[in-house]
């Protein structure tokens, strides 16, 4: 079903691929390190299992549980924000917004990343917008988060 690489000002920050599973879609997420340092950094670099927080995540290899890392404060999401983080093992889109809390799972830094799963029955056309959305929502993350900027503030009397 493709690959969404997300980058920003000609970076690549996040690889998405997907592909039709076995109970529903399969992804396999792989971010620079940045991204898992962030995560990992907003609380105490301690995970749980997914399973405590929600049950429409499966992992695809019955040897490594989705473990993510536990949050003490979430970044703060505005009216504007196209992307939440508090909903590991849920949906990745309700409403209006993407659940990117798979930026969350241990391991996304790793070579190859992580691969797991989300119940349920997915048309290729809805599969086909997931991607799209993930695209423009992830690229939000990075910009708002991850990517170095320079501000540049010139007072003038």
């Known amino acids: 079903m493709g690959i969404e690489n997300i980058e920003y000002k000609g970076q690549s920050y996040i690889k998405a691929a997907f592909k039709r599973g076995r109970k529903g879609i399969e992804l396999n997420i792989?971010?620079?390190?940045?991204?898992?340092?962030?995560?990992?950094?907003?609380g105490q670099g301690t995970t749980d299992d997914v399973t405590l927080y929600g049950k429409d995540w499966y992992t695809t290899n019955p040897d490594?549980?989705?473990?993510?890392?536990?949050?003490?404060?979430?970044?703060?999401?505005?009216?504007?924000?196209?992307?939440?983080?508090d909903l590991p093992g849920y949906s990745l889109m309700n409403d209006e917004q993407v659940n990117l809390s798979f930026l969350r799972i241990a391991?996304?830094?790793?070579?190859?990343?992580v691969t797991f799963g989300v119940k349920g029955a997915y048309s290729l056309p809805y599969v086909i917008n997931l991607k799209s959305a993930i695209g423009r929502a992830g690229r939000q993350f990075v910009r708002d988060y991850v990517a170095p900027f320079d501000?540049?503030?010139?007072?003038?009397?």
Request: charged content about 20%.
């Open 30 to 42: 792989q971010a620079v390190p940045e991204i898992e340092a962030f995560i990992r950094d907003l």
């Open 151 to 157: 501000i540049h503030l010139m007072i003038v009397g």
């Open 107 to 113: 391991g996304i830094s790793e070579p190859g990343g």
């Open 64 to 85: 490594a549980p989705i473990k993510v890392y536990k949050i003490k404060s979430l970044p703060q999401n505005g009216p504007m924000m196209e992307y939440r983080l």
